[in-house]
Each structure stands twice: as C-alpha cells, then as structure tokens.
C-alpha cells in the first residue's frame, strides 16, 4: 500500500484539521524557516509552459530543492523589479508605506482562520515583502535595519514569498476591514510579479496562460473540440425541452460576442450553467456569437504580472473587433471581473470602436459599461426579468433550498449584490442567506481562487474553505440548505470539494441552470427532467 | 522530473505520474501505468474506458468532459471510480496516457 497521497480528501482527518493551533511559534517571524509539507504547496510552473510564453528562467525544479536554480544576478534582478514597479505604481508604493501594523486584518484571512499560521495573516503575509522594501528603499531601513523591521533579502526570504504569495487568494477580504484601505490582494500580485521575474510561479496559473494562447482557453479546448461541445450540451437541452438551441460559433456580424470561463465547457456543474446560457440566448432570440479564439473568460494574467492580465484581456477585444460585434456578454466568471472593471479601461481601453451596450431585449442602455462596452450576465438577466420578458416557473427549483455565496471578485471588485440575489429568488422558492459576516462584502473565500484550486494543495484549500464551509454548513443544518450557487468557475469546482468535506449533501450551482430549470420556453415539452436529467421536484400545490 | 521505465521505453513523468510523452503511449505503459494506480489487470471494461479517451484525446487533444465519458461507454459516474479507484481524472486520464486539466476545474 503506497502512502496516502495529498490529494485524497481522506488523508485529512476532519477532526485533526480542525484543531487549528492559532499559538505563534516560539522563534520570531524572521528566524521561523518555511516548511513545504505535503498538501501546503502547488506545482512549480514546467519549463515548456515558460518557454512558450517567453517567461523568465524555464527549467524543473521544485520547491523541495535546497537550490531552486535561480540566475546569478536574482537579487540584482528583485531589487531592479521592485524599484520600477516602485515608481511605475503609487498604490504599491502607498501600500508598503501606509500601513501601521493595527491588526485589523489578521483575523480576516480564511487560510489564516483555517490553519492559525501568523504569516496568514494579511499585515504579516505583506511583512514579508514590506521587510525588504524596508532595508533597500527606506532611508530608516539602511540606517538602522532590523530596529524598523527590515531584513535582507536572501534565498530563504524568497522561499518564504514563494510559499506565502500562493497561499493568498487574492480574495481582499482583509482589505475590507483595513482602516487605510490597503489592497492586500495587490501587494499579493506584485510578490508574484516579482516572483515570475525569476522564473517562480506555479503550474496551475501557467499552464492554463499558455493554453489561452494556444487554443484559446485555459483548458487547450480547440475550436473544433468547443463545437462538439456545445453540440453535446445541445443534445441534453433536446432532451429536456424537446427544443433545438443553435450554436452560432465565430459568427461574423452578430450583434453580441459572449465569453465565459472554459470551466463551464468541461467541469461538471459548470456545464450545466453553459447549458443554462444557451436555452436563455434561445429563448430571448439573441443574435449572438461564441468564439474559439476569445474562448475564455478567466484571466490567469492577474496570477502573473500586469503585462500578462494586458494581453490576456486584449484577445478578447481583437476578436471583438475582428467579429464586428457591437458589444460584449460575459458569463459567470471571477477574476475576469475585477480585470474587466478595475484593469481593463486603463490597459486596453476605452473600447470605442464598440458601441455602449443596450439590450436588445428590453432597450436598457448599460451605462456603467460605457467604457469597457462589457455586460455582466447576471446584470443582462436581472433586466430582461424585471421587464418581464422572460416565462419563470420557480417551482421546477422546489427541490432546492437554496444559498448564495457570494464569488470574491463579482462582489468586491464589482459591488454585485443585489443583482444575483434578485435572479435567484425570482427563479427559486426556497432561498436564505448564510450569516451576515460570510456574504456581500464580507464574503469568504472558496479556498482555491488565485489559481490554488489543484489537488496537490488540498490541505490549504479545505483549510481555506474552512470559514465558507462553515457557514455552509450552518444554512444546511437550520434551514436545509442543499444547494450552493456561486457566479465564478473556479467557485463551482473548488466549493464542490469545500462542501463535500465541510457540508456534505450540499451540491453546488452556477445561477444559469436555476435559470434555465425555471425558464418556460416557447414550444417546450413538458418538462419532467433538470438539467442534470433528474427528474424535477415540485412542491405541494403547485402544477 | 522523474523517468518511467516500460520495457525499453523511458518516459517522463510529472509530480502525479502523469506521461509527459502522450504520442508515445501504448497497451504495455497503459498496464503499466494501471498498476502505479493500483490496478493489476486491465479488463475489457478498462479498455472501453481507456480506448474512449484516447480514441477522443487523438480527435481533439485534451481529455472530454466526464458526461460526455459516461453517456459515451454506457458507464455511470461510479462504475468508472469502482474500474480506476483515483476517478476518471486522475486515474482513467493517467493510464490512458492524457494530460491532466488545468484551470477554473
């Protein structure tokens, strides 16, 4: 019998995890070594996924290496990284300077409230690169060192970044509580951009960049592996509605290009919401396009370096502009949303050969995307409800009772809220809220966001899904909750673990297919199945 | 990255044992490869999976989506977890000699 592996859940013991030590080590932070145990760290980036996007430094190593084969010159090549990033970007400048140290943030983390190490902590986790910013770029810092908490960078330092950056989710939870509105996610995005400048990132982040490149999408989906998969999804709305939907692919001339995460092409329940986009497009009669080439939604850029996010967000524009589109849809994803509401306008835009975005449904003119010329789905559906333009049967979801988590980066790059709490409830009967401290803005983590969600770092990630599981679980026992919907990919696979360890009997949904489910379409068959093809629940009463 | 030894073959293989030469897959590292995931012997029920995913992975290049695996050999979801204990991902895709998905899955 081979030892168990860190990515079978059941190598974790629950009762063990939750003994969570929250007492700091005996040595102090700077002389407390990084310790990479199994289930705790994510694959370091292949040489070949480097080499295609022309990244730093391509060659195998792993973080277990004592020498992680870095250039000659790594210090030189921080040191000249920082100070043009420095200079380049106020807020990292601000955010290494302003910060004294209150602790509001500490307790905020869900990798911290999960695991009780003290470098989860936000304000310690930015130590890390504040302690170096300090002894180089401070006049107090070269003068009297270590008596302001500035150190020296030496490999041990970068290991301890390395390890740190990718146990943050970037998920700015504790920048919600921070009294100077510190973005810790940002101080994470620049570690990591420092990181990449010598060739240290992890697998999960880069292999799916390369694959964007490649074929489009995070997953190396090709464009005629996304016909047949939407032909697949067709085949299952056939089956349930007795309706054909199209599937209009590089459509020149449509009026609208959608893009969505490429985890809904493939991992279940994920699909069931891309079904779920497809009988809405049908049934609202959208002239609409997919693309193979702008095939996904996520942006792994955001897990890199800014020129990463800028490229990855341009594909979506040029084939934009090469399809004649006058303006874009996107589907329930993540990251995307705070690249398309926070980065995009200054990095590709404004998107003025576009036009501003008006329904073609209800002639709502989407004025907050007048510059980006993006529409969020949830927002698009939102409206053509409140104009009655879409037939609800909310009782096909009695089966459902249902909760809402809300995604990191829809609600706090974006201030979704309401939007996704007025769809659910106009498509679903049964509907409560986990408690006030884990939803809108104070939402937690799913645990695996960042590009953390692979299995080798499964510890950190029930750790992580620790605080959302919770209260999962806490909805599930009071007021049965049995289904979990989210409006991110990665929310869809990573929760799907954090409730079947956390909450088991708890699935998990995209928005989408309780939409659909609920959706009475023209010329439909009696519906008798979901979109799971299990056979439809209805409460007492109701026909 | 660590070698793979069939026969007179050697590959590569990553962190999770997974070949990295995908074109040079054949029956002997497939059983091979079902033995490091504790299967001994490849019934033909295992080939009905495997021949699926690899018939799929030479037509499109990555491994399909689990449905369509199971609506296309006529396997529920457990029946596959009962033939390859680690699931279709992680221990179907390996002996089949895919790669493994990355991304929002």
């Known amino acids: 019998m081979a030892e168990p592996r860190p990515d079978e859940m059941e190598f974790y013991k629950q009762e063990e995890l939750v003994q969570i030590d929250y007492t700091p080590p005996q040595t102090s932070w700077m002389r407390t070594p990084v310790d990479f145990r199994p289930g705790s760290w994510i694959y370091p980036a292949k040489a070949r996924h480097l080499e295609y996007l022309g990244l730093a430094n391509p060659r195998e190593w792993s973080p277990l290496d004592e020498d992680w084969k870095l250039p000659e010159d790594w210090k030189e090549i921080i040191f000249e990284g920082m100070r043009e990033r420095l200079n380049k970007y106020r807020s990292f400048k601000l955010f290494m300077d302003i910060c004294v140290r209150c602790g509001a943030c500490a307790d905020k983390c869900h990798f911290y409230i999960g695991g009780g190490d003290p470098k989860n902590m936000p304000v310690l986790r930015a130590e890390l690169l504040r302690s170096v910013y300090r002894r180089d770029f401070t006049l107090a810092g070269k003068l009297v060192g270590k008596w302001v908490g500035a150190r020296e960078l030496t490999p041990e330092v970068l290991k301890e970044w390395f390890y740190y950056f990718f146990q943050c989710t970037e998920c700015r939870r504790c920048s919600v509580f921070c009294p100077y509105g510190i973005d810790t996610a940002e101080i994470t995005i620049m570690g990591r951009e420092l990181l990449n400048l010598l060739g240290l990132n992890v697998n999960w982040v880069i292999e799916p960049v390369s694959n964007c490149f490649r074929t489009g999408n995070h997953l190396g989906i090709q464009p005629h592996g996304l016909k047949d998969t939407l032909e697949f999804f067709a085949e299952d709305i056939e089956e349930v509605t007795g309706i054909q939907v199209e599937i209009p692919i590089n459509r020149k001339g449509a009026e609208i290009l959608f893009v969505t995460p490429s985890g809904d092409f493939l991992a279940d329940p994920g699909t069931y919401t891309c079904m779920g986009y497809m009988m809405l497009f049908h049934e609202l009669g959208l002239d609409y396009t997919w693309s193979s080439y702008a095939s996904e939604g996520g942006n792994f850029g955001l897990f890199t370096s800014h020129e990463m996010i800028k490229r990855l967000n341009a594909k979506i524009y040029a084939e934009a502009r090469r399809l004649g589109v006058k303006w874009i849809l996107g589907g329930e994803c993540g990251h995307m949303w705070r690249v398309l509401h926070q980065y995009m306008d200054t990095m590709n835009g404004p998107a003025d050969f576009l036009e501003v975005p008006k329904s073609p449904v209800t002639g709502t003119v989407f004025e907050n995307a007048a510059s980006t010329r993006m529409v969020h789905i949830i927002e698009f559906v939102a409206d053509a409800i409140r104009n009655n333009k879409l037939r609800l049967d909310p009782s096909r979801n009695d089966g459902l009772r249902v909760t809402f988590h809300d995604s990191c980066n829809p609600a706090r790059s974006m201030g979704f809220f309401e939007e996704p709490r007025y769809v659910i409830k106009s498509v679903c009967n049964h509907f409560c809220e986990m408690p006030e401290n884990t939803i809108r803005e104070q939402t937690f983590c799913c645990g695996g966001g960042a590009g953390l969600g692979t299995d080798e770092n499964m510890e950190m990630r029930l750790r992580g899904g620790f605080p959302r599981g919770n209260a999962v679980r806490y909805v599930q026992e009071k007021h049965g909750v049995n289904r979990l919907a989210c409006i991110c990919a990665i929310d869809r696979a990573t929760l799907s673990t954090v409730c079947d360890y956390w909450a088991p009997g708890v699935e998990v949904t995209g928005i989408h297919e309780l939409v659909a489910n609920a959706m009475v379409m023209e010329g439909e068959k009696e519906r008798t199945l979901n979109l799971r093809l299990e056979p439809i629940e209805r409460g007492e009463g109701v026909s | ?105």
Request: glycine share 8%.
């Open chain 2, 1 to 105: 990255m660590a070698d793979f030894v069939v026969g007179d073959i050697t590959l590569d293989i990553d962190e999770d044992g997974f070949i990295q030469q995908p074109e040079a897959w054949n029956e002997a590292i497939a059983k091979a490869l079902a033995k490091t995931e504790g299967v001994d012997e490849l019934t033909e029920a295992h080939w009905k999976v495997v021949n699926y995913l690899r018939d799929y992975y030479l037509e499109f290049g990555i491994a399909p989506m689990i449905r369509k695996l199971c609506k296309s050999t006529g396997f529920k979801l457990k029946e596959i977890y009962e033939l390859f204990p680690s699931g279709p991902a992680k221990g179907a895709c390996k002996v089949a000699g895919l790669p493994k998905p990355t991304g929002c899955v």
